[in-house]
Structure formats: C-alpha cells, structure tokens
C-alpha cells in the first residue's frame, strides 16, 4: 500500500517471528529454589545477629564506665562482629536473588553487676544465637538447600569458637573474683583481641 504523497512513509513493522531478535523478553523470574520458610529464617537472623551487635555494644558501654577499658575494647570487637555476621547473611540473601525484609532492633540491656555478670550475659548470647543456626540448618536441610548449609558451615565453626572464648573469659573470672590487680591483667589482655575478618581466630591475640 503506498502512502500518501508528502508524508513520511514510516516502516511497516515486520511481523514477529521467533528469532533472537523479535522474541519476547521471558517475564523475570526470580530464583525459585530459596525455600519460603527458609527465606524467613535467615531474614530473621540478620535481625539477631544485629540485636547481637547491639547487646555487645551495650556491655562495651557498660564497661567504658568502669577502669577495664580492655573489656570494652573486647566487647567493641565483638560488637562489629556481630554486624558483619549480619552483613553474610544480608549478602547471602541478595545472592541467592531472595527479598531482604529488614526488622526493627530492640533496645538492649544495659544493667549488669560486675565484669562476670556482663560474659555470662554473653555466653547466653551467644548460645541462644548457636540454637539459631542450628535451626536454620535444620531447615536448609529439610529444603534440600545445599548452598545454605555450605553457607552456614562457617556459622556453626563460628559458634563453637565464639561460646570457647567467653567460656574461657568467664573461667578466668571466676578464678580472679574481686582482685583487682587479676581483673586489670585480663582486661589487658582483652584489650589485644584482634578484629576478624571472614572467619578464623576470634579470641584474644
Ligand atoms: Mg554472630
């Protein structure tokens, strides 16, 4: 059909076909295989291993009002950590191309007794956060989710190594009690616990 004279004839459109060039985009689809249940737990834990952070930062400042400046040092350490426990499982997540859904952190407590009274609180920490992992595994396993549980492997070396160092903190606390030139020379100490990065090492140096 000719056009009219004096318009623009524009190129009649061809009719698709299935070539590479005229095929249709196929509607994005999302990685399927993230089990819900699965993309709820670990959602979750990125909200504890946060609240984590923040109860650490708590005893950090608890500790900043006493002389033991090196418990603080400690507790701040173990306080990045714990953000960057959050960051795996926020990096995870967005790996696996799976909804992150961040959540409200509760405030922590900050009240404790003395210096033992504050590693205790930790060793239930960080036992409430080795039965999280546990639970999360137990999903991924129940998904057949082989990349999740590779992916917590670490966390569970984590916690073994984690739960060891405050168990050791606590022991030596007990042994010292209220002797102050025992207390200064552990708080010494935990002033030279070094930052991890990626897993390994976390007690002292
Ligand atoms: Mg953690």
Redesign the pocket.
């Known amino acids: 059909m000719e056009g009219l004279p004096g318009r623009l004839q524009l190129p009649v459109r061809a009719a698709k076909t299935l070539s590479l060039d005229t095929q249709p985009m196929l509607p994005y689809n999302p990685r399927m295989d993230l089990d819900t249940n699965l993309r709820v737990l670990l959602n979750e834990q990125i909200n504890h ?1 946060m609240s ?1 952070s923040y109860v650490y930062l708590a005893m950090s400042s608890w500790f900043e009002e006493t002389p033991y400046s090196g418990f603080a040092q400690w507790m701040y350490t173990q306080s990045l ?2 953000t960057d ?1 959050a960051m795996k499982f926020y990096h995870f997540l967005v790996d696996r191309n799976a909804q992150v859904n961040l959540m409200a952190i509760g405030q922590p407590h900050a009240e404790y007794a003395s210096a033992l009274d504050v590693f205790k609180a930790s060793l239930e920490q960080e036992q409430k ?1 080795t039965s999280q992992i546990h639970n999360l595994y137990s999903a991924a396993e129940e998904a057949r989710d082989h990349e999740t549980k590779n992916f917590l492997n670490w ?1 569970l070396d ?1 916690q073994v190594e ?1 739960e060891k160092n405050v168990r050791d903190m606590i022991d030596r606390l007990d042994l010292i009690g209220e002797n102050p030139v025992g207390l200064l020379q552990l708080d010494q100490e935990a002033a030279r616990r070094k930052p991890i990065s990626g897993g390994g090492d976390a007690g002292m140096a």
Do not use: G, K, L, Y
């Open positions: 291993e984590s950590e714990e426990h956060v966390f984590e984690e």
